[in-house]
């Protein structure tokens, strides 16, 4: 069984920035791909980035050169730092795991 559990939302301003946790537990975390996903008011669920076992880093073309993701396979928990963040960032943000997903956490960007 896989748990994940997110946390680090809140809300900021535009061009400020967030670091998003999660925690994982469960066989075969530290040799998975662990990615990263976001769902706004009305709109689909949509990936952000991904994080091979070994760090190889993949990320939506929106996030690209704002948020970067990292792992630290000792902790089972995987980073997501969101810099430069714009309104159109305001989602419920979700850690996935193969078919296991977290709980979401929400992140507001607003003045």
């Known amino acids: 069984q896989v748990q994940l559990v997110e946390s680090g939302g809140g809300l900021v301003q535009p061009g400020g920035s967030l670091r998003l946790s999660c925690a994982a537990s469960?066989?075969?975390?530290?040799?998975?791909?662990m990615g990263w996903y976001r769902q706004a008011p009305g709109k689909q669920r949509e990936f952000v980035a991904q994080?091979?076992?070994?760090?190889?880093?993949n990320y939506a073309g929106s996030v690209r050169g704002r948020f970067t993701m990292s792992r630290d396979n000792a902790k089972n928990m995987v980073y997501l730092q969101m810099n430069l963040l714009k309104p159109e960032d305001t989602a419920v943000y979700y850690c996935?795991?193969?078919?296991?997903w977290g709980q979401g956490t929400q992140v507001t960007v607003s003045s």
């Open positions: 994080i091979l076992s070994g760090g190889f880093t």
């Open positions: 469960g066989r075969l975390v530290s040799i998975s791909t």
């Open positions: 996935a795991m193969n078919s296991y």
